[in-house]
């Protein structure tokens, strides 16, 4: 099993408030992981990708940052939010050929108000 | 800039019916194409393309990939009120790169 596991799956914050989101894998080792943001009515947009720890590429300038302490561990964090921050975010493991398919986790559903 | 569009955004049909999705894209570097069904959390994956004209099957879905003219469909038949998903297209343009369209969302009614 290759599970990806994301926490929290809800999160209702104040804008100006920090944010973490956390993404674990299990059952492989030294995973290619992305994070992606879904708004309403647009398609999956990649906010950062990880070859391995301590390892973070950014594709969007934006209030955002990642950070990856564990080889199975991505953390999504933020240290204001702003209310552009809302949506779902999930996280991605590739099949390690960098170019196949791509699984996700559940997700986390940030509201920000 | 690299793209992809789906269309239609939007479809209604009745069970029974057969449905057609689109996908074109524009990138700079073709990998892969990618189908995703996401019904309320996690896409999951449907087919990765590679070649053109040759149909991937699964059951009551099919697809096919027409890298001259930058498209693939994804084919759903005898559609089932399990269908009613979003359904997403990707292309995969170069390492770590995924282009996402912003998807179809089909509604399959009883």
């Known amino acids: 099993s290759q599970t990806i596991h994301q926490w929290p799956a809800t999160l209702v914050q104040p804008v100006g408030s920090p944010l973490s989101l956390e993404c674990t894998v299990e059952g492989t080792s030294n995973p290619n992981l992305y994070w992606y943001r879904q708004a309403a009515g647009r398609g999956l947009q990649l906010l950062f990708y990880s070859v391995g720890i301590g390892q973070i590429s950014s594709e969007v300038p934006q209030n955002l940052s990642a950070s990856r302490p564990q080889d199975r561990q991505f953390i999504l964090s933020s240290k204001k939010l702003l209310l552009s921050d809302s949506g779902f975010y999930l996280c991605a493991r590739d099949r390690g050929t960098n170019t196949g398919e791509l699984f996700f986790g559940e997700g986390s559903r940030l509201t920000v108000l | 800039e690299d793209k992809v569009v789906q269309s239609p955004l939007s479809l209604v049909v009745h069970e029974g019916d057969t449905v057609t999705l689109n996908c074109s894209y524009e990138?700079?570097?073709?990998?892969?194409l990618l189908w995703y069904k996401q019904e309320k959390k996690a896409p999951t994956f449907l087919f990765m393309l590679t070649s053109s004209g040759i149909e991937k099957k699964s059951g009551r879905l099919s697809s096919i990939l027409d890298k001259k003219e930058l498209f693939s469909i994804l084919n759903i038949t005898a559609t089932q009120t399990g269908d009613s998903a979003v359904y997403l297209c990707?292309?995969?343009?170069?390492?770590?790169?995924?282009?996402f369209g912003t998807g179809t969302r089909l509604k399959v009614l009883a």
């Open positions: 990138v700079t570097n073709f990998r892969s």
């Open positions: 990707a292309v995969s343009s170069g390492t770590y790169k995924y282009i």
